[in-house]
Nanobody, 126 residues
Framework: VQLQASGGGTVQPGGSLRLSCTPS????????MAWFRQGPGMEREFVAA????????YYSDFKKGRFTISRDNAKTTVYLQMDSLKPEDTAVYYC????????????????????WGQGTQVTVSS
């Protein structure tokens, strides 16, 4: 399974972007999908996650209210809607998939996600 992320680009502060992530194939072993990001010189950090069964959502504390994770009804694509973007949101954004049954206990733990997309660059600049 591969993940294809898209939707990045350059936007002014206060603007919006919607990222998309589509798996190359469906699998019954997907328990969660998530978005992480990695800014220049920084470690990869958790942004948002969604349990694939039930749809429970989790967010990084300082993303809540500006970012929204969602999926289409066919469960083929996961999205990250980003509003009120700030320059500090500049990063490469990665989508990831987890086949760990206990990811529901640790949805923000990067080690629970083994399949990663190639990343899409988001730049917030005036």
């Amino acid at each position: 399974v591969q993940l294809q992320a898209s939707g990045g680009g350059t936007v002014q502060p206060g603007g919006s972007l919607r990222l998309s992530c589509t798996p190359s194939s469906q699998t019954a072993d997907r328990y969660a999908m998530a978005w992480f990001r990695q800014g220049p010189g920084m470690e990869r950090e958790f942004v948002a996650a969604m349990m694939w069964v039930g749809g429970t959502k989790y967010y990084s504390d300082f993303k809540k209210g500006r970012f929204t994770i969602s999926r289409d009804n066919a469960k083929t694509t996961v999205y990250l809607q980003m509003d009120s973007l700030k320059p500090e949101d500049t990063a490469v954004y990665y989508c990831a998939s987890s086949s760990s049954r206990d990811v529901i206990l640790y949805p923000r733990n990067i080690r629970k996600y083994k399949i990663w997309g190639q990343g899409t660059q988001v730049t917030v600049s005036s």
